[in-house]
């Protein structure tokens, strides 16, 4: 994946014109959406879009509309994305394009997913599937699998959930996409996670055949992504494992995990995950007893997190040096840790509810951004239905149903051409009907 942004930056550079920097704005952010570099993405998508705009091309409009949604979703901006998809589609439709319709109520799909329209969200994933079925395309339809897996691992059926992975890994697997499958595989870890960590308070002998199932899914993901070079993906996976093994309770093992988990997230520089690694870490070493070097771990988690204003990355931060002070001995330090930890804990549940106030907003917005493309699409049905009738009027004879004279005005010209052109014969038949005003009568 980096080595491929890498070159879609450098064709970038080098565009010597519009339809060649049109192609590689769109092609880098795409890639910049999905490792999560979502400002950028946004920027170089709506370049993309004006671009695409001025070359007036459908099917290229079609593309940059719909790349400008993904990265619209990747900025948590969610009516935005919905209009922008909503006007893909009806592009793709315009030429019959299957699969970017179903592209697009996929992402559509995704937007109702986030703001926790679940059941709308399956009927957009369930079009989409009715649109690409029968016609040869497994990857949109491991694309619409996987929509399927994650809406119902939301709603908490794993088991439906699984089932529909599982059909997205056997479509990956068809096409030899190691990124494909590494992602497939992962959701189906940590459905088994979910799923252990259920039983492993009635039955522990299942809840760890669980974890080991999962940490076996995790490291073919992890191989498989370090193949096709997707370190984002490789990242996941690696700290996947570590989970695993530490549901298992086998902190030594989880550790090196962590650690190459960490490295990976340095070198994308993703400060969020970063801080997620080290207090992941410093939480080990602490049940390890290595007090000294958790407090140093936890306290580089806790800088970061300052530094990215993330309440989430402090708040834990802060909870497990708590711990480490306690189990040090140092109450005093504990005791302040701790509460810096209850202020930002009491902080995220205000946060909560206001966030649901948001979300509330954001169904609205989202509602009529769709209710206001539903009423334009059926007022143009309508005004196109009303123009195959005028037509038809204007060139069809109302009593036999036939062609009339302006019919073939219009196109015995073009019927002649046509002739020509194909090197074929032109038939033509009269037919003089005596006593026709007697069938008219």
């Known amino acids: 994946?980096?080595?491929?942004?890498?070159?879609?930056?450098?064709?970038?550079?080098?565009?010597?014109?519009?339809?060649?920097?049109?192609?590689?704005?769109?092609?880098?952010?795409?890639?910049?959406?999905?490792?999560?570099?979502?400002?950028?993405?946004?920027?170089?998508?709506?370049?993309?879009?004006?671009?695409?705009?001025?070359?007036?091309?459908?099917?290229?409009?079609a593309e940059a509309a719909e790349v400008a949604a993904t990265a619209h979703l990747a900025a948590s901006a969610y009516p935005q994305a919905l209009a922008l998809y909503l006007e893909a589609l009806a592009l793709w439709r315009s030429i019959a394009a299957r699969p970017g319709q179903a592209q697009c109520r996929n992402g559509i799909a995704t937007v109702d997913m986030y703001i926790g329209d679940y059941g709308s969200s399956l009927v957009r994933l369930e079009e989409a599937l009715?649109?690409?079925?029968?016609?040869?395309?497994?990857?949109?339809?491991?694309?619409?699998?996987?929509?399927?897996?994650?809406?119902?691992?939301?709603?908490?059926?794993?088991?439906?959930?699984?089932?529909?992975?599982?059909?997205?890994l056997s479509r990956?697997?068809?096409?030899?996409?190691?990124?494909?499958?590494?992602?497939?595989?992962?959701?189906?870890?940590?459905?088994?996670?979910?799923?252990?960590?259920?039983?492993?308070?009635?039955?522990?002998?299942?809840?760890?055949?669980?974890?080991?199932?999962?940490?076996?899914?995790?490291?073919?993901?992890?191989?498989?992504?370090?193949?096709?070079?997707?370190?984002?993906?490789?990242?996941?996976?690696?700290?996947?494992?570590?989970?695993?093994?530490?549901?298992?309770?086998?902190?030594?093992?989880?550790?090196?995990?962590?650690?190459?988990?960490?490295?990976?997230v340095r070198t994308m520089h993703d400060r969020q995950n970063e801080a997620l690694c080290l207090t992941n870490i410093g939480e080990?070493?602490?049940?390890?007893?290595?007090?000294?070097?958790?407090?140093?771990?936890?306290?580089?988690?806790?800088?970061?997190?300052?530094?990215?204003?993330?309440?989430?990355?402090?708040?834990?931060?802060?909870?497990?040096?708590?711990?480490?002070?306690?189990?040090?001995?140092?109450?005093?330090?504990?005791?302040?840790?701790y509460k810096q930890y209850h202020r930002l804990e009491q902080a995220l549940r205000s946060e909560d509810a206001e966030e649901m106030a948001r979300n509330l907003v954001v169904q609205m917005a989202v509602r009529k951004v769709r209710d206001k493309a539903e009423s334009y699409r059926a007022e143009r049905d309508k005004l196109a239905a009303a123009n195959v009738e005028l037509i038809e009027a204007v060139h069809v004879d109302v009593l036999t149903g036939l062609a009339?004279?302006?019919?073939?005005?219009?196109?015995?010209?073009?019927?002649f051409d046509q002739m020509r052109t194909e090197e074929r014969g032109l038939g033509i038949a009269l037919a003089d009907i005596d006593h026709f005003k007697g069938i008219n009568d």
């Open 130 to 168: 009715a649109l690409i079925q029968g016609h040869s395309d497994p990857a949109a339809e491991a694309m619409v699998y996987s929509g399927l897996g994650k809406v119902y691992m939301r709603l908490g059926e794993l088991s439906k959930g699984r089932e529909f992975h599982e059909l997205a």
């Open 284 to 337: 080990a070493q602490r049940l390890g007893g290595s007090y000294d070097e958790a407090v140093e771990s936890l306290t580089q988690a806790l800088a970061i997190g300052e530094e990215l204003q993330s309440k989430a990355r402090v708040m834990r931060a802060h909870l497990e040096l708590s711990h480490c002070r306690e189990a040090q001995g140092d109450m005093g330090s504990a005791l302040d840790h």
């Open 1 to 61: 994946m980096i080595l491929e942004l890498n070159d879609a930056e450098a064709a970038l550079a080098n565009a010597a014109d519009d339809q060649a920097r049109l192609a590689a704005l769109l092609v880098v952010a795409r890639k910049l959406s999905t490792i999560g570099n979502s400002n950028r993405a946004l920027e170089l998508a709506t370049e993309g879009l004006a671009v695409a705009r001025r070359t007036g091309d459908r099917s290229q409009l």
């Open 404 to 415: 009339n004279r302006r019919y073939l005005d219009l196109n015995l010209s073009k019927l």
């Open 172 to 264: 990956r697997r068809e096409l030899g996409d190691d990124a494909g499958i590494a992602a497939s595989l992962n959701s189906l870890g940590v459905l088994r996670l979910r799923t252990g960590d259920q039983r492993k308070n009635t039955d522990i002998d299942a809840a760890a055949a669980d974890f080991l199932l999962a940490k076996g899914l995790f490291e073919e993901a992890e191989a498989l992504a370090a193949k096709a070079g997707d370190l984002h993906l490789h990242a996941l996976a690696l700290g996947n494992i570590g989970s695993a093994v530490a549901f298992a309770g086998d902190l030594d093992q989880a550790m090196p995990l962590f650690r190459r988990q960490l490295d990976a």
